[in-house]
T-cell receptor
Framework: GAVVSQHPSRVICKSGTSVKIECRSLDFQATTMFWYRQFPKQSLMLMATSNEGSKATYEQGVEKDKFLINHASLTLSTLTVTSAHPEDSSFYIC????????????FGPGTRLTVL | AQSVTQPDIHITVSEGASLELRCNYSYGATPYLFWYVQSPGQGLQLLLKYFSGDTLVQGIKGFEAEFKRSQSSFNLRKPSVHWSDAAEYFCAVYGQNFVFGPGTRLSVLP
């Protein structure tokens, strides 16, 4: 139980384009989903928290217009990096908590984004 | 504000040796405590967690951790390390927010 998937696992895009990353909870209902960014050899930085059906709550310093988060259902959240630039290249990881275990986050495998 | 420290950036042990990874936290009350493991290029896998009760918790892959309130610590241990345990280990606390420590990289010598 508690499986979270992400798609795609790796994406390369040109500067100026937008990229959408999906995060799905496969065997439980995710009332809350989290999006993290991880730089090489560093810990995870929380970007935003989203509750199903509500607007996401962004951490200080994270541009909400650049990183669009949608949590339209109890099993799917999406992160769209708009007008991506090389500095947006990073490892993006989602996690989910929900009906299975409300106080534990279960993580997806991550998405490696490279912006050329 | 809550915080998490992992004093050791990198630890190297020989296969078969015992392991202890340190984690200290700062929070006004007893938070929920977690250990996650991350293999290269992968997401995080939950090893174990502590919410309340018995202060020695058992996790997957032969890991255990002990919560010591007096030391604000939640150290991770394994009696005999396997080569496949080489990875990055993150301690996390959930008080007001979910906060991760900086991580400890474990290398295992054959």
């Amino acid at each position: 139980g508690a499986v979270v998937s992400q798609h795609p696992s790796r994406v390369i895009c040109k500067s100026g384009t937008s990229v959408k990353i999906e995060c799905r909870s496969l065997d439980f209902q995710a009332t809350t989903m989290f999006w993290y960014r991880q730089f090489p050899k560093q810990s995870l930085m929380l970007m935003a928290t989203s509750n199903e059906g509500s607007k996401a709550t962004y951490e200080q310093g994270v541009e909400k217009d650049k990183f669009l988060i949608n949590h339209a259902s109890l099993t799917l959240s999406t992160l769209t990096v708009t007008s991506a630039h090389p500095e947006d290249s990073s490892f993006y990881i989602c996690s989910a908590s929900g009906t299975l275990d409300t106080d534990t986050q279960y993580f997806g495998p991550g998405t490696r984004l490279t912006v050329l | 504000a809550q915080s998490v420290t992992q004093p050791d950036i990198h630890i190297t042990v020989s296969e078969g040796a015992s392991l202890e990874l340190r984690c200290n936290y700062s929070y006004g009350a007893t938070p929920y405590l977690f250990w996650y493991v991350q293999s290269p290029g992968q997401g995080l896998q939950l090893l174990l967690k502590y919410f309340s009760g018995d202060t020695l918790v058992q996790g997957i892959k032969g890991f255990e951790a002990e919560f010591k309130r007096s030391q604000s610590s939640f150290n991770l241990r394994k009696p005999s390390v396997h080569w496949s345990d080489a990875a990055e280990y993150f301690c996390a606390v959930y008080g007001q927010n979910f906060v991760f420590g900086p991580g400890t990289r474990l290398s295992v010598l054959p």
